[in-house]
């Protein structure tokens, strides 16, 4: 904890609805302020779960009256089995049996967090839209309650928080005091959230409306008609990077959403790439992105929109890197660097006749090829159907070509020399992959039919292996049936979901 920070978390109110013998080991436990759950599960040990380990609290099994006494003293558990303590930021959690009975509780610990948001308080006073992603447990619900007080309290601005399942402002019709002057609403359930965001712009006249976990369709569609209306939204959305968001067809909106645009021969030569591309289809519902690593440090995305355009263009983006030490003081370790958007035009010709020179090389050298973060067997799928001269080595002392995975750029750059070409992909999929090695070894220009079913196939990997469905870019209902009709072949259910020009295919798991 720094010297900052003040963290508050109402140990005592949880500790009175667990059993008592729970109640008496965690009292005096060492690692208590360090505690993030209690698990009660019917017939096992009761567990105390801590960010490094648990310990399990005597030998005795949970039984139902120990579930029942938790049970009889929060409130009521609504359809998502959540219940929590009145003005407190507590939850509880239940798991059910096929007839409905809890036989088990997880009984997270909630804690509200001041004086920390100081490490974006120039971004969330600039009065544009941010967006915050990380992976779950990271804090952005807590970033979002304190960038809440902070607007509300210290700048008196009009805040409304849409308070999903009682997340960010506890449970109880009254609001933890951790949201200071702002105003909540409360969400029944997920499957209203968004048309609860829209009421809060509608009846309410906010000047910030603050969300937490932007999950669906319809949540990115008002999130859009929020910030549209002029108001300043602050939210949080399922994913760990902006290169997830990008490649999820739901909430690729709130990044400007990407479309597969088909270029004229003339202007695919004059840009020096393909004729079928990814763009931006419009501008962001957020201006800022920021992108948590750890509770005081993380990555800020000053244009969205400048970033996604990069990122699409295959382009190296650097985001500003800021940290906390451990006196307390916020540092900038590595600044942004993104380069401008209209890059210079005589940059981009020789970019283009480098290009051209490596595809002349590609094509009559035998090279030799070293993969990096990718996994290897899709990489010798797409070599076999290119037809390519390539061998793979162990060695990247020995190859001509490193092929990576983006999320290796510091290692890929090392790897860089004038002999040496090195070719970064956005994310491990057989798609990524064949086209980087298309551009590099000459295969001719794929059309926009080829892309769309290689996403097809590329789904359909993904489905058998996680026995989950997969979403499919947004296409034209020509491309959309082509789609359907090799997802058939397959033996893989299909269908269409969302609107024009949103619409798309998604595969579906036997």
Not at 46 to 73: K, M, N, P
Not at 86 to 106: M, P, Q
Not at 135 to 150: D, M, Y
Request: charged letters at 25%; proline letters at 4%.
């Amino acid at each position: 904890m720094t010297p900052v920070e003040t963290i508050t978390d109402d140990m005592e109110q949880l500790l009175a609805v667990l059993p008592e013998r729970v109640r008496d080991k965690l009292e005096d436990h060492p690692r208590l302020g360090e505690l993030v759950e209690v698990v009660i599960d019917l017939g096992r040990p009761i567990e105390a779960r801590f960010a490094g380990g648990f310990d399990v609290l005597g030998e005795q099994q949970a039984t139902h009256e120990d579930i029942q006494q938790v049970v009889a003293s929060v409130g009521e558990f609504d359809r998502d089995n959540r219940a929590g303590i009145e003005r407190t930021l507590h939850r509880i959690s239940a798991i059910r049996n096929r007839l409905g009975d809890i036989v088990g509780l997880t009984c997270r610990v909630g804690r509200a967090v001041y004086g920390t948001i100081d490490i974006v308080s120039d971004v969330i006073e600039s009065g544009q839209s941010v967006l915050f992603l990380g992976p779950p447990g990271i804090g952005k619900t807590t970033k979002l309650r304190e960038v809440a007080r902070v607007l509300a309290s210290e700048f008196e601005k009009r805040v409304v928080i849409v308070d999903t399942n009682n997340e960010i402002a506890g449970d109880g019709d009254i609001p933890h005091p951790a949201i200071g002057r702002a105003r909540r609403m409360q969400v029944p359930n997920g499957c209203q959230q968004h048309d609860i965001m829209i009421q809060a712009v509608e009846n309410h006249m906010p000047e910030v409306v603050v969300i937490d976990e932007i999950g669906n369709e319809a949540e990115a569609a008002a999130a859009r008609t929020i910030a549209e209306r002029g108001v300043q939204l602050i939210a949080t959305a399922h994913g760990n990077a902006l290169e997830n968001l990008m490649a999820n067809p739901t909430l690729a909106d709130l990044v400007g959403g990407i479309q597969a645009v088909t270029l004229g021969d003339d202007e695919a030569r004059r840009r020096g790439t393909q004729k079928v591309v990814l763009e931006r289809q419009a501008p962001p519902t957020f201006s800022i992105a920021v992108q948590l690593e750890g509770l005081h440090r993380l990555a800020i995305y000053h244009d969205v929109a400048a970033t996604v355009d990069q990122i699409l263009r295959g382009e190296q983006v650097t985001p500003e890197i800021r940290q906390r030490g451990a006196d307390g003081e916020v540092e900038i370790v590595k600044a942004a660097q993104l380069a401008p958007v209209s890059a210079d035009p005589h940059n981009r010709e020789l970019a283009r006749l480098q290009r051209e020179i490596q595809h002349v090389q590609s094509m009559t050298d035998h090279q030799r090829l070293f993969v990096k973060g990718l996994t290897r067997s899709k990489v010798e799928r797409a070599v076999r159907e290119l037809r390519a001269d390539v061998t793979l080595v162990q060695d990247p002392a020995e190859a001509d070509i490193i092929l990576g995975s983006q999320n290796h750029a510091a290692e890929l750059s090392a790897y860089s020399t004038d002999a040496r070409q090195v070719i970064s992909v956005r994310s491990n999929t057989y798609a990524q992959i064949y086209q980087a090695l298309r551009e590099m070894f000459g295969t001719a220009n794929g059309s926009i039919e080829e892309f769309a079913l290689r996403q097809v196939e590329e789904a359909i990997e993904e489905v058998t292996r996680t026995n989950q469905a997969v979403e499919l870019l947004p296409q034209n209902a020509y491309i959309r049936r082509l789609q359907h009709e090799l997802a058939g072949k397959h033996n893989f259910r299909s269908g269409s979901v969302g609107k024009e020009p949103r619409r798309r295919v998604t595969i579906y798991p036997d």
